[in-house]
């Protein structure tokens, strides 16, 4: 006799939350201890919909299928020499960001579900956070791998974590994810799984991927696919918990939007960087980012909150100021990075004619009016062997850590500038959604390990900025840092395309021979 | 040129146009499938072909392994039909769902009266009696009408020999007005049924609300008359819409059934009441009225909705606002041709409403 199949919501069931127990000597509220204080109210953990149904046995199976296939093609890629099929050595400095920022918050998403993933005492969210959390350090991995191929041929990949921790660009992600892990597990959802991972993951994920494949980089193309295949799990988690939370007592619809609208904040200025990277580090543009922040967050996320608007859920606090911003933020951002491009670990560069060409096009508003004539002036300075870098270390804003650079956006001549006064000391912010993230919770952001501040505390060795970069960023002076023209991997690069004679640095004939 | 694709274990069926995707087809029509990134790099929509061949189409080789394509798995984002299809899909079946096998049957037209001055009752004889849940439809060809127009049946499954319809004339609709127009006593027609996801969940205890609009109320009224003919106790509150007191059909059946049964409500609102009119009940959308006898807090009920989708997206706003969620919110949208044209982009929030 056949045994009768289970279907798959019974074999999800039997294998997974019938693994629960009930508590009969313990107290459940001492197993649980972080489930209440945040007051979100759960009356019923069996109103839980799980959000995917996938039992270890066939999570294994299919994970390690991908692996083969993805690292088979990594092989190749390394094989061929694959580094050398990209477009131009400048769209490397985009992974330089994305391995240094982006990587590590692959690695604290993993450690952050896996501790939600404990703290919930519905044994539905427990699977589904632990689930992810295996997801993402499988990510963090297949990253890594990616890029150690570019390592060999490419300056300031080298000493990624160390970097991640310390350098001051760096901490605008890492205190984001920082921030998030800090908080409450339901915040940590709807914070990461919620507004990031459903809401904004589009805007990360399809600039970076689409990236590599118009800038033909098959690694980081390949483990972009590979990843996004677990994304699905991702996003449904982040709709569950929202509908959850929304469903299980209204007391929890004005929390949770309070999160919304931090997280939201949060999550665009963290995406400033890709921004820039979109309109200013891809040699083969995918899009504009003022046209994929209309594709992937007004034109979506509209849907989305429409639905949501059932719930008595509104759009997210300063979403009116977004609106303005598509037209200036990459330009600004980029700018930034430009200033201060001897204090970072990847090059920067004026954009050639054509490129300004295109921004122009793409932002007919904006880019002649206002942004334009300041790369124009910098190339005059340029030629003239004046190319500056701004020598004082910047304000940085206190909520998202970026230097107070943004501009007032119905004033784009006009830095933006809001402080508050908290315990007798002020703190700066470089916008209104930023000032009213720390006006909530002051308590938190108070103790922001600001890089500035912390150098000129004398935290950061020193005394000369140059020490801080060598001796505590580590950053490799004089081969990871200034301007792409003139460096060791344009060098290097013309002298592998054989596009210029001039290469023949030093350095560049060390990294050579790997190539040979 | 189009493929028939059944969707098991449910046995919802959907058409599918050449070149058209499985999701898109099935989302456009109602049926809800599992999906997020809606281009082929996720995999929420993986779904097994049981029948019938299909293109995989664009699915990246992440999202469906070579093993699974092997097994003849797609995903429904992508795939393309290359005949008509049985698939499975990861949809629970509602436990309350009977599964009734659809079959052909050849109807007469028995009985015609004007209910409204826009809605027309229909009653068919069947040439043996159908199996259906309260609340389901069925599809009939029409002379002349290319297609089957879908109706949902109004009476309750005791007298199971025939079919009530209630018909609203859609303006310029072909088959509404050949009804409206051409249909006589003894006419003979091909009809199939039933269909739907659309019935009683009589597992559930809950207390019941109806919301109702137009000829909507056709398939309320068979539910309510099945749940109270086998001696349902549970409270059912039925707010029936219309714009005035001419289209307010039944309001005498329902009215003597709110006498005879303590446990069911009528509650009749009008939403462009004339002065000439003698009205002392509810002014305003049935949505208004629901919302105003239940002083908003709704939480408790089970919601059924059927109408027009304007009428069907405020009564789930108003019934989401007064904390009653998708789980208990169960729809039949009456849609004509030109509501399927103007969908809206959605989001995945919501499976079913």
């Given at each position: 006799?056949?045994?009768?199949?289970?279907?798959?919501?019974?074999?999800?069931?039997?294998?997974?939350?019938?693994?629960?127990?009930?508590?009969?000597?313990?107290?459940?509220?001492?197993?649980?201890?972080?489930?209440?204080?945040?007051?979100?109210?759960?009356?019923?953990?069996?109103?839980?919909?799980?959000?995917?149904?996938?039992?270890?046995?066939?999570?294994?199976?299919?994970?390690?299928?991908?692996?083969?296939?993805?690292?088979?093609?990594?092989?190749?890629?390394?094989?061929?020499?694959?580094?050398?099929?990209?477009?131009?050595?400048?769209?490397?400095?985009?992974?330089?960001?994305?391995?240094?920022?982006?990587?590590?918050?692959?690695?604290?998403?993993?450690?952050?579900?896996?501790?939600?993933?404990?703290?919930?005492?519905?044994?539905?969210?427990?699977?589904?956070?632990?689930?992810?959390?295996?997801?993402?350090?499988?990510?963090?991995?297949?990253?890594?791998?990616?890029?150690?191929?570019?390592?060999?041929?490419?300056?300031?990949?080298?000493?990624?974590?160390?970097?991640?921790?310390?350098?001051?660009?760096?901490?605008?992600?890492?205190?984001?994810?920082?921030?998030?892990?800090?908080?409450?597990?339901?915040?940590?959802?709807?914070?990461?799984?919620?507004?990031?991972?459903?809401?904004?993951?589009?805007?990360?994920?399809?600039?970076?991927?689409?990236?590599?494949?118009?800038?033909?980089?098959?690694?980081?193309?390949?483990?972009?696919?590979?990843?996004?295949?677990?994304?699905?799990?991702?996003?449904?988690?982040?709709?569950?918990?929202?509908?959850?939370?929304?469903?299980?007592?209204?007391?929890?619809?004005?929390?949770?939007?309070?999160?919304?609208?931090?997280?939201?904040?949060?999550?665009?200025?963290?995406?400033?960087?890709?921004?820039?990277?979109?309109?200013?580090?891809?040699?083969?543009?995918?899009?504009?980012?003022?046209?994929?922040?209309?594709?992937?967050?007004?034109?979506?996320?509209?849907?989305?909150?429409?639905?949501?608007?059932?719930?008595?859920?509104?759009?997210?606090?300063?979403?009116?100021?977004?609106?303005?911003?598509?037209?200036?933020?990459?330009?600004?951002?980029?700018?930034?990075?430009?200033?201060?491009?001897?204090?970072?670990?990847?090059?920067?560069?004026?954009?050639?004619?054509?490129?300004?060409?295109?921004?122009?096009?793409?932002?007919?508003?904006?880019?002649?009016?206002?942004?334009?004539?300041?790369?124009?002036?910098?190339?005059?300075?340029?030629?003239?062997?004046?190319?500056?870098?701004?020598?004082e270390l910047p304000q940085l804003c206190t909520t998202c850590q970026i230097p107070m650079a943004f501009t007032e956006m119905d004033d784009p001549t006009m830095i933006s500038y809001r402080a508050s006064d908290y315990e007798g000391e002020k703190y700066h912010f470089c916008s209104d959604g930023c000032k009213h993230i720390f006006d909530q919770e002051p308590e938190k952001f108070s103790q922001s390990w600001l890089p500035v501040n912390q150098i000129y505390q004398g935290n950061c060795g020193g005394p000369g900025v140059e020490d801080v970069l060598r001796?505590?960023?580590?950053?490799?002076?004089?081969?990871?840092?200034?301007?792409?023209?003139?460096?060791?991997?344009?060098?290097?690069?013309?002298?592998?395309?054989?596009?210029?004679?001039?290469?023949?640095?030093?350095?560049?004939?060390?990294?050579?021979?790997?190539?040979? | 040129?189009?493929?028939?694709?059944?969707?098991?274990?449910?046995?919802?069926?959907?058409?599918?146009?050449?070149?058209?995707?499985?999701?898109?087809?099935?989302?456009?029509?109602?049926?809800?499938?599992?999906?997020?990134?809606?281009?082929?790099?996720?995999?929420?929509?993986?779904?097994?072909?049981?029948?019938?061949?299909?293109?995989?189409?664009?699915?990246?080789?992440?999202?469906?392994?070579?093993?699974?394509?092997?097994?003849?798995?797609?995903?429904?984002?992508?795939?393309?039909?290359?005949?008509?299809?049985?698939?499975?899909?990861?949809?629970?079946?509602?436990?309350?769902?009977?599964?009734?096998?659809?079959?052909?049957?050849?109807?007469?037209?028995?009985?015609?009266?004007?209910?409204?001055?826009?809605?027309?009752?229909?009653?068919?004889?069947?040439?043996?009696?159908?199996?259906?849940?309260?609340?389901?439809?069925?599809?009939?060809?029409?002379?002349?009408?290319?297609?089957?127009?879908?109706?949902?049946?109004?009476?309750?499954?005791?007298?199971?020999?025939?079919?009530?319809?209630?018909?609203?004339?859609?303006?310029?609709?072909?088959?509404?007005?050949?009804?409206?127009?051409?249909?006589?006593?003894?006419?003979?027609?091909?009809?199939?049924?039933?269909?739907?996801?659309?019935?009683?969940?009589?597992?559930?205890?809950?207390?019941?609300?109806?919301?109702?609009?137009?000829?909507?109320?056709?398939?309320?009224?068979?539910?309510?008359?099945?749940?109270?003919?086998?001696?349902?106790?549970?409270?059912?509150?039925?707010?029936?819409?219309?714009?005035?007191?001419?289209?307010?059909?039944?309001?005498?059946?329902?009215?003597?059934?709110?006498?005879?049964?303590?446990?069911?409500?009528?509650?009749?609102?009008?939403?462009?009441?004339?002065?000439?009119?003698?009205?002392?009940?509810?002014?305003?959308?049935?949505?208004?009225?629901?919302?105003?006898?239940?002083?908003?807090?709704?939480?408790?009920?089970?919601?059924?909705?059927?109408?027009?989708?304007?009428?069907?997206?405020?009564?789930?706003?108003?019934?989401?606002?007064?904390?009653?969620?998708?789980?208990?919110?169960?729809?039949?949208?009456?849609?004509?041709?030109?509501?399927?044209?103007?969908?809206?982009?959605?989001?995945?929030?919501f499976k079913r409403i």
């Amino acid at each position: 006799m056949v045994a009768k199949k289970l279907n798959l919501k019974d074999k999800y069931s039997l294998l997974t939350r019938d693994l629960d127990w009930d508590y009969d000597y313990a107290d459940r509220k001492e197993a649980f201890p972080y489930e209440d204080f945040e007051g979100i109210k759960i009356t019923d953990w069996s109103k839980w919909e799980d959000p995917f149904r996938l039992t270890m046995d066939s999570y294994w199976k299919y994970q390690a299928e991908k692996e083969k296939k993805l690292y088979a093609i990594f092989d190749a890629f390394a094989q061929n020499n694959g580094h050398l099929n990209v477009t131009d050595a400048r769209y490397v400095n985009a992974l330089k960001i994305f391995l240094t920022g982006v990587s590590p918050l692959e690695y604290q998403a993993y450690q952050g579900y896996a501790h939600v993933g404990r703290q919930f005492s519905g044994a539905g969210a427990r699977i589904a956070c632990q689930l992810q959390s295996i997801d993402e350090l499988r990510h963090v991995q297949t990253q890594i791998h990616a890029m150690s191929h570019y390592n060999k041929f490419f300056d300031g990949l080298q000493d990624w974590t160390h970097m991640h921790d310390r350098v001051w660009y760096l901490s605008v992600t890492k205190s984001f994810f920082d921030d998030a892990r800090s908080a409450g597990p339901f915040e940590f959802l709807i914070a990461i799984s919620f507004s990031f991972e459903y809401v904004l993951t589009n805007l990360l994920f399809v600039p970076f991927m689409s990236g590599a494949a118009h800038n033909g980089d098959m690694a980081t193309c390949t483990f972009g696919f590979s990843a996004q295949s677990d994304e699905a799990r991702h996003m449904t988690l982040g709709l569950e918990i929202i509908k959850f939370l929304l469903e299980q007592h209204e007391d929890n619809v004005p929390i949770v939007q309070k999160w919304i609208d931090k997280w939201f904040w949060r999550g665009t200025r963290l995406l400033s960087i890709v921004a820039m990277m979109m309109d200013y580090m891809l040699p083969n543009k995918v899009m504009s980012w003022k046209e994929a922040w209309e594709v992937y967050f007004e034109d979506a996320g509209g849907a989305l909150f429409k639905d949501l608007a059932r719930y008595g859920i509104r759009m997210p606090k300063f979403v009116e100021t977004t609106a303005k911003e598509k037209e200036h933020i990459s330009h600004q951002t980029w700018w930034i990075f430009y200033n201060y491009g001897h204090a970072a670990a990847f090059h920067t560069w004026i954009p050639s004619e054509e490129e300004l060409d295109w921004l122009s096009e793409k932002y007919p508003d904006t880019f002649d009016k206002y942004y334009r004539p300041r790369w124009e002036l910098a190339r005059e300075m340029e030629e003239r062997g004046e190319r500056f870098y701004t020598q004082e270390l910047p304000q940085l804003c206190t909520t998202c850590q970026i230097p107070m650079a943004f501009t007032e956006m119905d004033d784009p001549t006009m830095i933006s500038y809001r402080a508050s006064d908290y315990e007798g000391e002020k703190y700066h912010f470089c916008s209104d959604g930023c000032k009213h993230i720390f006006d909530q919770e002051p308590e938190k952001f108070s103790q922001s390990w600001l890089p500035v501040n912390q150098i000129y505390q004398g935290n950061c060795g020193g005394p000369g900025v140059e020490d801080v970069l060598r001796d505590y960023y580590k950053i490799n002076l004089g081969h990871d840092n200034m301007d792409f023209n003139g460096s060791p991997d344009e060098q290097r690069w013309n002298a592998w395309k054989g596009t210029e004679k001039d290469a023949k640095n030093k350095d560049a004939k060390d990294k050579d021979k790997d190539v040979a | 040129m189009s493929y028939q694709v059944t969707v098991e274990p449910t046995g919802d069926v959907f058409e599918v146009e050449e070149g058209q995707t499985l999701l898109d087809a099935a989302l456009r029509q109602g049926i809800w499938l599992p999906f997020a990134c809606g281009h082929g790099t996720c995999g929420t929509c993986k779904v097994q072909v049981l029948e019938g061949d299909a293109d995989v189409g664009a699915a990246s080789p992440f999202a469906l392994m070579d093993m699974e394509r092997d097994e003849g798995v797609v995903l429904a984002c992508c795939a393309l039909p290359e005949s008509d299809l049985v698939i499975e899909a990861d949809v629970d079946v509602d436990p309350d769902f009977s599964g009734y096998p659809i079959e052909d049957y050849q109807a007469t037209v028995v009985a015609m009266e004007d209910l409204s001055p826009t809605i027309k009752g229909v009653r068919l004889q069947l040439d043996r009696p159908m199996q259906f849940q309260e609340g389901q439809y069925v599809n009939l060809n029409l002379p002349g009408v290319e297609g089957t127009r879908a109706f949902s049946i109004a009476n309750s499954c005791a007298d199971a020999g025939y079919i009530d319809l209630h018909v609203r004339l859609v303006p310029g609709g072909k088959g509404t007005s050949w009804i409206h127009q051409s249909m006589h006593t003894g006419d003979e027609l091909k009809i199939s049924g039933p269909y739907g996801q659309f019935f009683v969940r009589k597992s559930d205890d809950k207390d019941v609300i109806f919301i109702v609009g137009g000829s909507g109320l056709s398939s309320a009224l068979s539910m309510i008359q099945g749940m109270l003919e086998t001696g349902d106790t549970r409270q059912i509150f039925l707010f029936q819409g219309a714009r005035n007191l001419v289209e307010l059909y039944k309001r005498e059946v329902l009215t003597a059934l709110a006498e005879q049964y303590s446990n069911f409500h009528y509650i009749p609102a009008l939403s462009e009441v004339s002065e000439a009119e003698q009205w002392n009940g509810f002014c305003g959308f049935v949505h208004e009225a629901a919302n105003s006898h239940f002083d908003g807090r709704l939480a408790g009920h089970k919601a059924y909705l059927c109408g027009p989708p304007p009428m069907i997206d405020a009564a789930i706003t108003m019934l989401m606002q007064g904390r009653v969620f998708e789980a208990d919110i169960h729809m039949e949208k009456f849609l004509t041709a030109s509501d399927g044209a103007k969908a809206d982009s959605r989001s995945a929030l919501f499976k079913r409403i």
